[in-house]
């Protein structure tokens, strides 16, 4: 039983030494300037104005929460629905669950104006 945990050690240290030879070369071939000139972010010619720090609305990130649980859903209805048949009427009730509280909270963030562009 320790052996199969060998090849886990190995997959987890050989993981971790990329991620070391990568940043070790990343810092090699990266630019690195003391002059303050070539620090500034370059921005067509022009002197940046202001901060560059944005406040994203937050309708973004909810747009995009609301996109990554209907593609979860979209893949778990495919091997669903290519083995329904052996799963029975079990399998169904528990889809049909699975997909009426996916659609409660669309539901609920379209009640909400989540869904909605307009300022």
């Keep these: ?3 199969q945990y ?6 987890v240290l050989f993981g971790f030494g990329f991620a070391v030879v990568n940043l070790f ?4 071939v990266r630019f690195s300037s003391h ?9 067509c010619g022009m002197e940046p104005i202001g901060t560059p720090y944005v406040q994203i609305d937050l309708r973004f990130y909810l ?3 609301l996109f990554v649980v209907f593609d979860v859903e979209s ?3 495919f091997p669903w629905a290519v083995v329904f048949r ?8 528990d889809m049909m669950v699975f997909i009426a509280v996916l659609f409660l909270g669309l539901i609920y ?3 909400r104006g989540a869904l909605q562009w307009e300022t």
């Design 86 to 93: 052996e799963l029975g009427m079990a399998g169904f009730i």
């Design 109 to 111: 963030t379209w009640k």
């Design 1 to 3: 039983m320790l052996a």
């Design 25 to 28: 070369v990343a810092s090699l």
């Design 75 to 77: 893949l778990f209805l």
């Design 35 to 43: 002059d303050r000139q070539q620090k500034i972010p370059y921005e």
């Design 6 to 11: 060998g090849h886990i050690l190995i997959f």
């Design 63 to 65: 747009f995009a929460l």
